[in-house]
């Protein structure tokens, strides 16, 4: 059996400060399969083939948790959509029997399948992305799935998992719209789960950081824990949300799109959490467009679009669906800020504030309107005082109570036309 090999990178994050330029590191570490020339002695199998099982509509639910299919839909073949309900009927039960095959397979492919399996199922926290496979006397390809945990280990951990999952989805907002949901899912992340920069640092995984359990149980994650989670609190709150695969500051990284009337949108919960370096918790990375997040974010290419020889050489996981993300009237800031249109007419933006400090929030946003140049406009606001005079004001309309410091750090936004003031209380 031929073992397919794991590798862990890093990536950056930077958030800017006017008055104090605060650098963010942020790290992740992926469970990830790299391919190498000589990895297999499979071939293609869209010729002549057909797995032990037959093809079905839907794909497979895990504890009656609801999951997505966008990575079985858009697998490249028949016969990986017949291995993909092989996998599903292994992972579930963490067989580490040896999968047997009716055809052949290559390396792109099984870590197509397999990515697929797992991009549409995050509850099965357990199934890691390495595996073996070989060939049997007649050439077949045999498959054998890794496990993070299996026996009574995994029926403890599949437990704690299930109470977790269903308190954090009992806690969620009843009457909700999707988009208060969505942003409930993303707040109990922020809340919940630590980013884990000790694992961050590490080239391997060390425990479950990786994964939905490490996000929602163990509280601790990097960048694909939080995708993956955020993904399956999603899916089960009745809103369609995939996982991407891409680069985030040049490193490998991992965030989600979701879906909201019949129009999809980007969003990154990691770099929206404080957590990564002791900054100020924001919204910034959600439901943004694909134009506004590429301006820090790249995605991978798909599996289908990449020969077999290509991947060999990229030696990373790939996507299997990605939708352009052009969806506007979802963005939080559009949702839930004020937009400053006149510098010397500024109630709208003096009331924000004061609603944030009477709801003892950590900060006040606010959208600048597109007439400003933005850089300009943020250096004036700062250097000509506008916005102490705005959180004096704030402050008379509630009557001190509480009283905001004058004196604060204001963030800006390297995608989207938003200031983030951060509130001192004295």
């Not at 397999?114 to 070989?134: C, M, Q, T």
């Not at 490193?251 to 799109?257: G, R, Y």
Request: hydrophobic share 30%; aromatic share 12%; net charge negative.
């Amino acid at each position: 059996m031929k073992k397919s090999n794991s590798k862990n990178k890093k990536i950056l994050s930077v958030i800017t400060s006017i008055l104090l330029l605060e650098i963010l590191f942020c790290s992740c570490n992926f469970d990830v399969n790299l391919a190498s020339s000589n990895s297999s002695s499979a071939t293609n199998s869209d010729v002549n083939s057909s797995s032990q099982v037959s093809e079905v509509s839907s794909s497979p639910e895990i504890n009656n948790y609801t999951s997505t299919s966008y990575g079985y839909d858009n697998l490249s073949s028949t016969e990986l959509k017949d291995l993909y309900f092989l996998i599903a009927e292994y992972a579930e039960k963490a067989d580490s029997d040896d999968i047997s095959t009716n055809t052949t397979f290559d390396i792109k492919q099984l870590n197509e399948v397999i990515s697929a399996y797992k991009n549409d199922h995050p509850e099965v926290f357990w199934l890691r992305s390495e595996f073996e496979y070989g060939e049997d006397e007649n050439g077949y390809t045999i498959v054998s799935l890794e496990y993070s945990m299996s026996g009574n280990d995994l029926v403890t951990a599949r437990q704690k998992f299930d109470d977790t999952l269903k308190q954090a989805l009992s806690d969620a907002p009843q009457g909700a719209s999707d988009f208060e949901l969505e942003v409930y899912a993303n707040d109990y992340l922020v809340s919940n789960c630590v980013y884990d920069k000790e694992a961050a640092k590490t080239d391997g995984i060390i425990a479950n950081e990786n994964d939905a359990y490490g996000a929602l149980v163990d509280k601790k994650a990097v960048c694909e824990g939080y995708a993956r989670a955020f993904q399956l609190l999603c899916n089960n709150l009745g809103i369609d949300c995939i996982n991407v695969f891409g680069n985030g500051k040049s490193e490998p990284h991992q965030w989600n799109c979701v879906k909201l009337e019949n129009e999809w949108y980007e969003v990154d919960v990691t770099w929206n959490d404080s957590d990564v370096e002791d900054g100020l918790t924001t919204y910034d990375y959600f439901n943004i467009t694909s134009d506004e997040i590429s301006v820090n974010h790249s995605k991978v290419p798909l599996y289908k679009d990449i020969s077999l020889e290509e991947y060999e050489g990229m030696n990373r996981e790939l996507n299997l669906f990605v939708p352009e993300c052009n969806g506007q009237k979802y963005n939080y800031y559009k949702q839930n800020c004020a937009t400053l249109t006149d510098i010397n007419n500024a109630d709208d933006i003096v009331n924000e504030i004061a609603k944030a400090a009477d709801a003892n929030e950590e900060s006040a946003s606010f959208l600048l309107d597109n007439s400003f140049n933005y850089d300009d406009t943020y250096d004036k606001l700062l250097n000509e005082g506008y916005i102490s005079e705005w959180i004096d004001k704030a402050n008379q309309v509630n009557s001190n109570n509480p009283q905001l410091d004058a004196q604060c750090y204001v963030y800006k936004s390297e995608v989207q036309k938003i200031i983030n003031i951060k509130l001192k209380y004295l």
